[in-house]
DNA sequence: ACGCGAATGGCAATCGGTTGCCGCGTGTTG
DNA sequence: CAACACGCGGCAACCGATTGCCATTCGCGT
């Protein structure tokens, strides 16, 4: 511990150079000697030289990282978008650093504080802090927004307004009327989103629509909404999240109601859980690795010198997934 | 975005002092005059100054921030241990940021590589790489390694043996005599500790043992499991971890075996998985949020200058969450 | 009135790299 | 043989902050 590594120095000096030319031998192969180069290549071998990037920022300004901001690692819709973030990442010579901001607006200043400036770009995977603050970080370094839209920065969303607007024809064709939306966090902003898009279907597909929450996006959350469903059921709920879908039907389950015989449940984003819980949930699914890589791919363009690309948000489509947590219309027993 | 930050040099021009004063206005303020520190502050404060944590680590050799790698963010387990992690480091003023290796050694290197010089210690979580690859780490930095031992470097890990011992006399008291382990990867540390402690709890519980795998730990891997172990079913398994059990379970209930009427399955971790699935999933839980705590209250330890807390590895205590997926022996039908 | 030390601000070196520019030596060309 | 270009290495400034040391000023004791 505490061993001070070599630097271009040490190595300048073993190879009888002067630091330029080490620093030269690496960063542009072509400006210095093939031997010398190959000789110095050696040395720093031995010595077991590694750039300090760090220090190389200092003047080039570009790290090989970018940073990834998550509300919260916990929440399983991130997995699979953290690994198309990291693959994308990986392929363009970038290293990723993932910083979790539970769910604080707060957190995320101060992460970003620190991490900032040792990064080329940032994407914030649903921010919670204000538009504002967003825009303002997005001025010192490249940013692209996830599953957000902030006014005149490049953004990769979910087609959730189509999820949605699925979940419900799926529904009508069951013939259901009633739907309860189970809410997430008013700070997450697909939740107004898919709430909005789920009062706008209303009309045509000739459902009553509801609302009980907020909860917290977790299957404690989906136990307290099951206990406020309760008071007014219907036969259908659209949950904002899986997590909350399943803590719903345990809540449902231990009040007697059965899925889908007493009441369908649909959920959103389609993780591990929705497959693996009885009845298997049905789901809004959303390209999640995808949404990631792209997002990723988005900031490195910036990074790269795009002046502007078109701001305007990048969707990805959403598609229903159906099992078995849905069901028809009960009939009157 | 590029626009370029504000830099003490700045500052200290629309003070109207030295640059030199400046820094001592924020990192010592007692050596320079009150008011002259206040004038500072505010003229930085309208000029948005945010200090650069990078340059200051050139001539510091301390940065804020502490990085975890992670084997892979998408499994479940490190959820909690995150938070645990971001918790500790948080409460000490430290930052936290992730890395995910995907399983790989050798990204497990090249993200290092990148990371190490910007962070202050390091967690190494479940790492993939050679032990002799890990003491050159911790020669460059602090480092604790979690969930694993390397020989003269500090570690946190879970009491695995006595984990696998309940699991196994629980297996007993239920009268199972045959129990198969279903192997997780090789070079993931855990799968040799828990497989051999399974071997030792044999004779005086009067197991047999069989072992199935290695496979993958996911839940794929788990029914890729269960088609092996069904060439010599026995009534009892204990699975790496709780994906390949659920995976098992699926598997094994497509075969058209019942849990836990015809098997019992045992799992390792208790993730928010084996609470969901049905049957519930029997498995051994470990402090997940205080593993990720004590690595870093213990990386903080060696960052803060401690010579050398002993060595021995923390062991935290892992204990038997009893569910519906297992059950007696079956009764011969 | 003189001397001394505390308070306070500035100068300049340093951390580890990068890069513009200079200068030397060699090879090519007229 | 002179002129010139080019290849290649070194010098030194710079990135943004920190810090040891020096210089100035002021207050105070004697």
């Known amino acids: 511990?505490?061993?001070?590594?070599?630097?271009?120095?040490?190595v300048a000096r073993a190879a009888g150079v002067a630091p330029s030319t080490v620093s030269r031998a690496f960063s542009r192969p072509g400006r210095v000697n093939a031997e010398t180069a190959e000789r110095i290549r050696e040395v720093a071998a031995e010595l077991g030289y590694r750039a300090n990037p760090q220090a190389r920022a200092l003047s080039t300004r570009s790290t090989s990282m970018i940073a990834v901001l998550l509300a919260d690692i916990a929440n399983p819709v991130f997995?699979?978008?953290?690994?198309?973030a990291e693959?994308?990442?990986a392929e363009a010579g970038y290293a990723m650093v993932l910083a979790d901001t539970r769910e604080s607006a707060g957190r995320e200043r101060e992460v970003l504080d620190k991490i900032l400036p040792t990064v080329d770009g940032i994407v914030l995977a649903s921010p919670r802090m204000s538009d504002?603050?967003?825009?303002?970080?997005?001025?010192?370094?490249p940013t692209v927004v996830l599953n957000r839209e902030v006014g005149g920065l490049p953004s990769v969303v979910v087609d959730n307004p189509r999820g949605m607007r699925r979940a419900a024809e799926h529904l009508a064709a069951l013939g259901h009327t009633q739907v309860t939306y189970l809410a997430g966090p008013e700070a997450a902003w697909p939740d107004g989103v898919r709430w909005r898009a789920l009062r706008d279907?209303?009309?045509d597909l000739g459902l009553t629509v509801r609302r009980v929450g907020p909860v917290p996006p977790t299957v404690?959350?989906?136990?307290?909404?099951?206990?406020?469903?309760?008071?007014?059921?219907?036969?259908?709920?659209?949950?904002y999240n899986d997590m909350v879908a399943i803590g719903f039907?345990?809540?449902?389950?231990?009040?007697?109601?059965?899925?889908?015989?007493?009441?369908?449940?649909i959920g959103f984003d389609n993780t591990q859980s929705a497959e693996i819980v009885t009845p298997g949930l049905t789901t809004v699914a959303a390209p999640q690795r995808e949404l990631g890589a792209r997002a990723v791919r988005h900031v490195l363009a910036f990074v790269g010198g795009a002046r502007s690309t078109s701001t305007d948000p990048l969707v990805l489509p959403?598609?229903?997934v159906e099992r078995a947590s849905t069901g028809p219309y009960p009939a009157p027993s």
Chains 1, 2 share one sequence.
């Not at 504002?132 to 370094?141: W, Y």
């Open 87 to 89: 693959e994308a990442a």
């Open 1 to 10: 511990m505490a061993e001070r590594p070599t630097t271009i120095y040490d």
């Open 79 to 84: 997995a699979e978008l953290v690994r198309g």
């Open 220 to 239: 404690n959350g989906g136990v307290r909404a099951a206990a406020a469903w309760a008071t007014h059921p219907t036969s259908a709920v659209v949950a």
């Open 132 to 141: 504002t603050a967003v825009r303002q970080v997005a001025k010192v370094k």
């Open 318 to 320: 959403s598609k229903l």
């Open 249 to 265: 039907m345990r809540g449902a389950l231990a009040m007697g109601r059965r899925v889908p015989g007493d009441v369908s449940v």
């Open 201 to 203: 279907a209303r009309t």
